[in-house]
């Protein structure tokens, strides 16, 4: 939806790593709630997840987020179709290895 829509958007949920930072921002979020890693590991986190983002921002040659972000969100991409294929396909992999799982109990 980012670069679609003329509004900011909140990544929230399951957002427990700088890496998980970095994601949300490339797919265009505006900003990252992550209220949940602090209730689980404490306040210390933010800054690991700080430290993380700028080492992999001085790591690609990124100044500001502003630069990254939405670089990979729907209208960066003119390959529309393939992403959400290719979603779609993660997503039965997935399912097919849960179904095998509850099938051999």
Same mark, same amino acid.
């Given at each position: 939806m $980012?670069g679609?829509?003329?509004? /900011?958007?909140?990544?929230?949920?399951?957002?427990?790593? $700088?890496? /998980?930072?970095?994601?949300?921002?490339?797919?265009?979020?505006s %900003?990252?709630?992550?209220? $949940?890693?602090?209730?689980?590991?404490g306040?210390d986190?933010?800054?690991?997840?700080? %430290?993380?983002?700028? $080492?992999?921002?001085?790591?690609?040659?990124?100044?500001s987020?502003?630069?990254?972000r939405?670089k990979?969100?729907?209208?960066s991409?003119?390959? /529309?179709?393939?992403?959400?294929?290719?979603?779609?396909?993660?997503?039965?992999?997935?399912?097919?290895e849960?179904?095998?799982?509850?099938?051999?109990?």
């Open positions: $980012s679609k829509l003329n509004l /900011d958007l909140a990544a929230s949920g399951n957002i427990r790593t $700088s890496e /998980d930072v970095v994601k949300q921002l490339l797919a265009g979020a %900003v990252i709630q992550i209220a $949940s890693v602090f209730y689980k590991n306040l986190e933010i800054k690991k997840m700080s %430290v993380g983002l700028q $080492s992999w921002m001085k790591e690609k040659n990124f100044n987020v502003a630069e990254f939405g990979l969100n729907q209208q991409n003119p390959q /529309d179709e393939m992403f959400f294929r290719a979603q779609y396909i993660k997503k039965l992999a997935g399912w097919s849960i179904k095998n799982k509850l099938l051999s109990n």
